[in-house]
Every structure is written in structure tokens, then in C-alpha cells.
């Protein structure tokens, strides 16, 4: 009876263990979203500097004008 029990415990053990303890856990990672950043126009200053220099213009200028009496 030992000669057929061992090797059919051994066999047992080699066939169910292999299934059991094959690999591991499965970590599935999610990547993010790639982050889209828009880019700042290069000409964002030009148009406010040019209309501060206008009302700079019309507020130095003024009007000189004097009546002619």
C-alpha cells in the first residue's frame, strides 16, 4: 500500500500544485490620460500694450486747443 500511496500523493501534489501556485497576482495598471496643454499665444501682450499707448497718447495730447478771441 506505501508503494501506490506515495507515488499517487506525489503525482496529486505535482498536478495541483503547479495550477495553484502558477504566476501571481495580475496588476493591471491604467495609464492616464495624456495632458494636452495649450500654449499660450506669443502675441497675448501686443494688443493691450498698443491700446494702453493709445489712451496714454489721447490722455498726454489732449486737447490744446484755445479759442480764438
Avoid at 500500500?1 to 505535482?14: Q, R, S
Avoid at 501556485?21 to 494688443?47: D, F, K, N, Y
Wanted: proline letters at 7%; one cysteine or more; charged letters at 15%.
Amino acid at each position: 500500500m506505501k508503494n501506490f500511496a506515495a507515488p499517487l500523493l506525489a503525482i496529486t501534489l505535482a498536478l495541483t500544485s503547479t495550477a495553484a501556485l502558477a504566476g501571481g497576482p495580475v496588476v493591471v495598471v491604467e495609464e492616464g490620460q495624456p495632458e494636452v496643454v495649450a500654449e499660450t499665444p506669443r502675441s497675448g501682450w501686443i494688443v493691450p500694450v498698443i491700446i494702453g499707448g493709445i489712451i496714454l497718447c489721447a490722455i498726454a495730447c489732449g486737447n490744446d486747443d484755445e479759442a480764438l478771441q
